[in-house]
């Protein structure tokens, strides 16, 4: 069984095929079927299913070494990791935090490379953008990450 990245048009399922693009991970990828008993998004392959969110991100980086999409350091890594996380807490202004992070003149949400924070947010900023106005800070940051030819074949 080839390994297969199983979607549907969720904001999960979004994060995790714009990933599995920008890494370029030798997957096939399918729309989730009415009636699956696993929701989507969720990865197969002969010797393992991974249908947690968390662990999938965390394996795809580990399993397809391509474009690497965290930091080479450990301390960076793991400070990178938990501000994905952020982007789930109710608790927080996570426009203000965008907004603050790009009034520094940082070009994406950890510095001058793209990373795996960049498609946190930038999922995150798909549906924000449809309901709410945003500062033109955020509106070229969105440009400049939503014209990646990943997250529009992601975005499909």
């Given at each position: 069984m080839k390994p297969t990245l199983v979607a549907d048009h969720g904001l999960d399922s979004l994060l995790i095929h714009w990933l599995v693009l920008e890494k370029e991970c030798p997957l096939d990828v399918e729309q989730q079927l009415p009636g699956d008993l696993i929701k989507a998004p969720y990865y197969v392959d002969s010797d393992i299913l991974i249908y947690d969110h968390a662990t999938l991100v965390q394996f795809l980086q580990e399993r397809y070494p391509g474009e690497q999409l965290l930091p080479a350091d450990p301390v960076s890594r793991a400070q990178l990791r938990q501000a994905c996380?952020?982007?789930?807490?109710?608790?927080?202004?996570?426009y203000a935090e965008v907004e603050e992070i790009l009034?520094?003149?940082?070009?994406?949400?950890?510095?001058?490379?793209?990373?795996?924070?960049?498609?946190?947010?930038g999922t995150w900023l798909s549906e924000?953008?449809?309901?709410?106005?945003?500062?033109?800070?955020?509106?070229?940051?969105w440009k400049r990450i939503s014209s990646r030819s990943a997250f529009k074949v992601a975005s499909q």
């Open positions: 996380t952020l982007v789930s807490d109710p608790d927080v202004n996570l009034a520094t003149g940082s070009e994406h949400m950890a510095g001058r490379e793209f990373t795996l924070l960049d498609i946190y947010i924000y953008v449809l309901l709410h106005p945003i500062s033109a800070a955020v509106a070229n940051y």
